[in-house]
């Protein structure tokens, strides 16, 4: 079976992983200098993780070991492994002897993964309003880079910085386990919703409107609208993402 990326042909890695795997994932495909010094198996993960995220590989197609290390120009062994901490994502089944099946998106992996989210960033809304000064100020940029990217007509680079902001609330909580499993919820989310945004640009006038309206409430003393904003914002990206489907 093809591995679904066109001989000569590297993956698109665009794709809003919010961090370094995006950059690893670039210089595998590009066989670019200091390939080598990275391990193996990151080398593996990072491309295909990449690949799946920006639907290379969609859900439904087989990936073989042997493709993937022809693709990435390693042995079996990392392979495996890099296979295996996929399969903990959530992005791939494995099946002995035969390979790993990209999971397709289900409309109930989007009730879990948003259920999820609200729960962490309703958490970490209310962890950090203590803070609120400082947080309004480190999300700005944030919004400034939405509306960059809103004018460029930039729907990935908007994302990523949709993304950033988000993080920075998680992070500014200071629980790495949950910043943790949010990066994670964040990534399955990718393979949802980027199409939809990028053949409707009004969804980015709304979030870039939504975003701000929650730097305004950390300006005011009501931590209930802040949280009530974040949660409206998480139901209506689940809204746009049940649009897609």
Same mark, same amino acid.
């Given at each position: ?5 066109? #001989?000569? =042909?590297?993956? /698109? ?12 994932? %670039? ?8 390939? #080598? ?17 920006? %639907? ?8 073989? #070991? ?9 042995? +079996? ?10 399969? =903990? ?19 109930? =992996? ?10 962490? !960033? ?37 994302? =990523? ?5 988000? !993080? ?17 919820? +964040? ?19 709304? /979030? ?29 990206? !689940? ?7």
């Amino acid at each position: 079976m093809s591995s679904g990326v066109p #001989e000569n =042909e590297p993956a /698109s890695v665009g794709s809003v992983l919010g961090d370094q795997t995006t950059e690893i994932a %670039r210089i595998v495909a590009e066989s670019a200098p200091g390939v #080598e010094r990275i391990p193996a198996a990151e080398r593996v993960y990072a491309y295909v993780k990449a690949a799946i995220l920006d %639907r290379v590989y969609p859900g439904g197609e087989l990936l073989t #070991e042997g493709e993937l290390a022809t693709a990435v120009g390693v042995s +079996r062994t990392p392979v495996r492994e890099a296979l295996l901490r996929l399969e =903990e994502s959530g992005l791939v089944k494995l099946y002995p002897k035969k390979g790993a099946l990209v999971l397709p998106v289900l409309p109930q =992996e989007i009730n879990d993964v948003l259920e999820a989210r609200e729960l962490i !960033e309703v958490h970490a809304a209310a962890k950090v309003w203590p803070r609120r000064k400082q947080l309004a100020e480190t999300l700005k940029p944030h919004v400034d880079e939405m509306r960059k990217h809103r004018r460029a007509g930039d729907a990935k680079s908007f994302l =990523e910085a949709d993304r950033a902001f988000h !993080e920075a609330i998680v992070g500014a909580a200071g629980n790495e386990i949950l910043a943790k499993l949010y990066n994670s919820l +964040r990534d399955r989310q990718v393979r949802m919703g980027v199409p939809g945004i990028e053949v409707q640009p009004a969804r980015m006038d709304r /979030s870039i409107a939504a975003h701000q309206e929650m730097i305004d409430a950390l300006g005011g003393n009501s931590s209930k609208r802040f949280r009530e904003l974040v949660v409206d914002h998480i139901h209506a990206a !689940e809204t746009d993402l049940r649009g897609l489907r």
